[in-house]
């Protein structure tokens, strides 16, 4: 019985040829040195910071260099796929900015020329290139049963030898034709095995992107191509839709590293041309309860899933600058050089990356956050909050619609300065920093931050005066501030605080510990951002109203 023969028996319904794919996927009209990358992850729902990172290069690449970037779904290990786990990555994609040219771009969505891009819905192209590489004498089915298999490896572990199914340990490579289609027809389960034509003395170089030149072994493994139930294993499945949707650019995490002499091996008995490989480094973090470094994990750490972001409303752009301080080494430099410009402005390099990997910092992420925040108009914290808010607190996003113009003068206190204020760290911190400007969040229990003074008479004394005497709503800051002073030394308390410190026997405080009853009296808080402003929005009825609050007490 020829190869030709047992392809045909295997792969019957295949008629397509190797050729006929090369037509339908031909190479793309694209200009010289553009970039065509993919994102590939298994419909797990979610998006891993590290895999983001890994996009947002992805994305970038091409858009510097007028190519294209698409979403493959890699599905073919039932134990890696969530139900509507390809809509989870969607939205976080999305959620984040990062536009797909092609691939998947919903539940039942696609759209380019290089598709499907679901592997599951690819398996007749799998088989095709299976039956081309069976008929050609470089592939075979393997009936080994798991404990077969177990047995060997136990074999090879006690005689220290290299773990696999190479060689003379490849017990299915070197069975007759004829057996094998006998035992196919006999039902036997069954593997496709590479019959690999690679020495393991003999070494192969490559260049990786990210960490330059690299050597390894050939592989000599007869790896499985196909599992048992008709889907093609990872490198299978790599090396073929990488070439079919003409990848130029594979990004992918250093775990792939030692696999990548199978892949050569394979993109060579194929005849297809090798991708540029960039294996990047894990992104790591400080384990609280150990002190050592381990894997960002999304098991553990919240922070590492794209998700908690959003909910979070950290802006998109924080969590993208961030990312690439880690991608980047020169990028913080650029930044701090450019701190208003947008990463589109950064050229990336490959050559800047870690292989070694990167430590994730929550804390410099949030600080980051707080900076970008600082730094946007009253008008675009406004919209950000209001979206963020429709999304996640609909009571509050009700309060922005309301009181638009109220809102904006509220975000435009102490910002469009050369040092802004930067109390908010991410959209959902604003609630919390500013729910007191509210009445409708203004309730009978809320509680007072007051400092110094504590005495209750002595408030209603302060507030009552302050009330009956010094407040006028026309007031500027000066003048304002200038009737606190006379309001505190009316009332026994000095006009500076130097003055008190000089002198502390003579006074009953300083003109600090009124203004901060007046601040606590009208926001509950003792930190607030700008007083005077803060009163000028409340206007007079307002401010009476919290003042009374406590006087009529
Ligand atoms: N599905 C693979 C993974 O999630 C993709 C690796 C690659 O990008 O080739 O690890």
Redesign the pocket.
């Known amino acids: 019985m020829t190869d030709k023969e047992l392809a045909d028996l295997i792969y019957p319904h295949i008629t397509k040829t190797v050729e006929d794919y090369e037509k339908i996927y031909p190479k793309r009209n694209l200009k010289e040195n553009a970039v065509v990358s993919?994102?590939?992850?298994?419909p797990?729902g979610f998006v891993h910071m590290g895999?983001l990172l890994?996009t947002l290069i992805e994305r970038k690449i091409p858009d510097e260099t007028d190519g294209v970037f698409y979403l493959r779904i890699?599905d073919t290990?039932q134990k890696?796929s969530v139900e509507n786990g390809i809509q989870g990555i969607v939205n976080d994609l999305k959620n984040f900015d990062i536009k797909i040219d092609e691939g998947v771009v919903g539940e039942n969505e696609q759209i380019g020329n290089y598709g499907p891009y679901i592997q599951s819905q690819r398996k007749e192209i799998y088989e095709c290139y299976a039956k081309s590489l069976i008929a050609r004498g470089l592939a075979y089915p393997c009936f080994c049963t798991p404990e077969e298999l177990d047995e060997t490896r136990n074999l090879q572990e006690l005689n220290k030898e290299r773990i696999g199914y190479y060689g003379s340990f490849a017990k299915c490579r070197n069975l007759s034709n004829e057996e094998r289609a006998r035992r196919i027809k006999n039902k036997e389960p069954y593997v496709i095995r590479l019959k690999s034509p690679g020495d393991y003395e003999r070494k192969i170089v490559f260049n990786d992107l990210v960490r330059g030149k690299i050597v390894f072994p050939e592989n000599d493994l007869d790896v499985v191509l196909i599992k048992s139930d008709g889907l093609p294993i990872?490198h299978f499945a790599?090396v073929i839709d990488?070439h079919l949707m003409r990848t130029t650019h594979?990004?992918?995490?250093e775990?792939?590293l030692s696999s990548v002499p199978v892949h050569i091996q394979l993109f060579d008995i194929l005849n297809f041309e090798l991708p540029e490989y960039a294996h990047l480094g894990l992104v790591m973090k400080i384990d609280e309860e150990t002190g050592s470094k381990r894997k960002l994990s999304k098991r553990k750490d919240k922070e590492a899933a794209v998700s908690y972001y959003h909910e979070k409303g950290i802006p998109v752009e924080a969590v993208k600058l961030y990312l690439m301080t880690i991608g980047n080494s020169n990028f913080e430099e650029w930044l701090n050089q450019n701190p208003t410009a947008s990463i589109n402005d950064f050229k990336f390099s490959f050559k800047k990356m870690s292989a070694s990997g990167s430590l994730f910092d929550l804390e410099k992420l949030i600080n980051i956050s707080r900076n970008y925040i600082s730094r946007l108009t009253a008008e675009e914290v406004y919209q950000r909050v209001l979206t963020y808010t429709q999304e996640f607190d609909l009571e509050f996003y009700q309060l922005l619609v309301k009181y638009k113009e109220y809102c904006i003068s509220m975000f435009n206190i102490e910002r469009n300065l050369k040092k802004p204020r930067k109390d908010y760290a991410s959209f959902s911190d604003i609630r919390g920093y500013t729910w007191y400007m509210f009445d409708e969040l203004f309730h009978e229990d809320v509680e007072y931050d007051f400092q110094s003074i504590h005495d209750v008479e002595e408030i209603k004394k302060i507030l009552n005066r302050y009330m009956e005497k010094y407040y006028d709503e026309n007031d500027d800051e000066q003048t304002w501030f200038e009737k606190i002073k006379e309001l505190s030394f009316e009332l026994g308390y000095a006009k500076e605080v130097k003055e008190y410190k000089e002198n502390p026997d003579h006074y009953k405080g300083h003109v600090g510990d009124i203004s901060m009853v007046l601040r606590v009296a009208l926001t509950t808080r003792s930190m607030t951002p700008n007083l005077y402003q803060i009163m000028k929005l409340f206007g007079k009825d307002r401010v009476f109203q919290r003042f009374q609050f406590i006087t009529n007490k």
């Open positions: 993919r994102f590939a992850p298994s797990t895999s890994t890699e290990d890696r990872y790599h990488d594979v990004l992918r995490g775990e792939w």
